[in-house]
């Protein structure tokens, strides 16, 4: 029986904090950043004062402008919501990716949408705890970790650099609208009845109005694989040409088609100067070289085919055919029978993610005569007079998704899997439970239908 209890009073008041490890793990950091004089961090009153994320390092004037400060006094850092207790190592690049930023970078294929990290986290001067990957900076964004939405995203770095390229499209004035000036007909706003959107939708693409801009073709299948509406925003452009290549800028970074396909263009190096961030190689320091096996540390109990390689990892739940199926890129590597939600308690179908992991917890609630679920033990006080109580205490690897405290866990109360019994959370096998608990880190896209 899964429950929708919602541990969020729980939640604030065993994880509301800076975890002692991670501020253990982000001050040795911090040695690593100060030691480097290229490291640039900026006051908070600085970065207040500012409205676009890179206006403090805009090349006006050298790096000893910028006042050095203690890194955790700049930027909030994630509260525990179960992402790794420990860091690895990035031979390729030579630096170390942990916490928040680990968990996104592996949901979203590896290196294969945001490449590796080249710098060591940092405050960034829009006031963002940040690190910079070949092809962007990754920002954890506070205000989105109790949504449904990803909480790490790259920088909104897209208006700036293409002022910078001279396409006539400058840097937002005041954060609020397009610079004026001389623009090229890829960068004008399109009015909905404008030919090139008419034939753009015509052909399956889609039109966004509040930028004035289509995606289509290879770009749009791209933006459609990698959650485009959330890693790249709306589009700035139409299709251009970037050091001879078909190219589309957006507000968080350029798509390019290359000859292996389209991708992220490598802008990493180049916003870490503009930000005086180090991308200089550390020591591991007996840190773990990456590896899968660190994380996923069972085998996959239905395998169905082998990864090719790297792709951003999702999740598809079926409630008609009570089937959950894991895909990684392309590739469907798990496929199991699952319990989901018994009327009156139906599973909430949508658009989720893993938000929130616990290795193990007590789930209790209590549903009127009908058998709605009217309190679970995350609200607070008491289960109302005449409710039915229930619960199960140790419901193990416990795998948040959205905000109705639906979950998929493991459940060892029952082996009837493919028929629907729980309270609205998605029962799986103890087996696949103990499998996606390690496969599956935080951001990983689940959609339920």
């Not at 009153?45 to 403090?56: H, M, S």
């Not at 990035?90 to 990716?97: A, D, N, Q, R, V």
């Not at 294969?112 to 705890?129: H, N, Q, R, T, W």
Request: hydrophobic residues 40%; proline residues 9%; aromatic residues 10%.
């Amino acid at each position: 029986m899964g429950t929708k209890e919602f541990a969020a009073v729980r939640w604030q008041h065993r994880f509301g904090g800076v975890g002692r490890w991670q501020r253990g793990l982000c001050l040795a950091l911090v040695a690593l950043l100060i030691g480097s004089p290229a490291a640039v961090l900026l006051s908070t009153e600085q970065v207040r004062a500012q409205d676009d994320p890179l206006a403090l390092a805009d090349g006006q004037g050298d790096a000893a402008q910028f006042a050095s400060i203690s890194f955790l006094d700049n930027a909030e850092l994630p509260p525990a919501v179960g992402q790794p207790d420990f860091a690895v190592y990035i031979e390729e690049s030579g630096h170390t990716l942990s916490g928040v930023f680990l968990d996104y970078w592996r949901a979203t294929g590896e290196e294969v949408m945001f490449g590796p990290p080249i710098s060591e986290p940092f405050a960034a001067p829009d006031g963002y705890y940040s690190q910079v990957f070949e092809r962007g900076v990754l920002q954890y964004l506070p205000s989105l970790v109790w949504t449904v939405e990803p909480f790490v995203r790259p920088m909104p770095v897209g208006r700036l650099l293409i002022g910078e390229r001279s396409s006539g499209l400058g840097p937002l004035a005041g954060g609020k609208r397009l610079a004026s000036g001389n623009r090229s007909p890829a960068m004008r706003p399109l009015a909905p009845d404008d030919p090139v959107v008419q034939e753009a939708t015509a052909g399956g693409g889609i039109y966004d109005s509040v930028t004035g801009h289509t995606i289509s073709g290879t770009f749009l299948d791209w933006y459609a694989r990698h959650e485009g509406d959330y890693y790249l925003g709306s589009p700035l452009s139409e299709v251009v040409t970037e050091n001879g290549q078909p190219a589309q800028w957006f507000d968080r970074g350029l798509l390019v088609e290359t000859p292996e396909g389209v991708q992220l263009a490598p802008l990493g190096e180049q916003l870490a100067a503009r930000l005086g961030v180090s991308t200089a190689r550390v020591p591991s320091d007996g840190v773990p070289s990456y590896d899968e096996s660190l994380f996923v540390k069972v085998a996959n109990p239905f395998p169905v085919d082998a990864p090719s390689g790297p792709g951003p990892k999702r999740i598809e739940v079926s409630i008609p055919e009570q089937i959950l199926r894991a895909y990684e890129g392309e590739t469907l590597v798990l496929e199991t029978f699952i319990s989901t939600g018994l009327p009156p308690n139906d599973t909430e179908t949508g658009r989720f993610r893993i938000r929130y992991k616990v290795p193990i917890e007590d789930m209790r609630g209590a549903t009127d005569a009908e058998g709605n679920v009217v309190w679970v033990v995350g609200d607070g006080g008491k289960e109302p007079p005449g409710s039915i109580p229930y619960g199960v205490a140790d419901v193990p690897n416990v795998m948040y998704v959205n905000l109705e405290a639906e979950a998929l866990h493991g459940a060892y109360w029952h082996d009837n899997f493919g028929q629907r019994m729980s309270h609205g959370c998605i029962n799986l096998p103890l087996p696949v439970s103990e499998f996606l608990y390690g496969w599956a880190p935080l951001g990983t896209p689940v959609t339920v239908f």
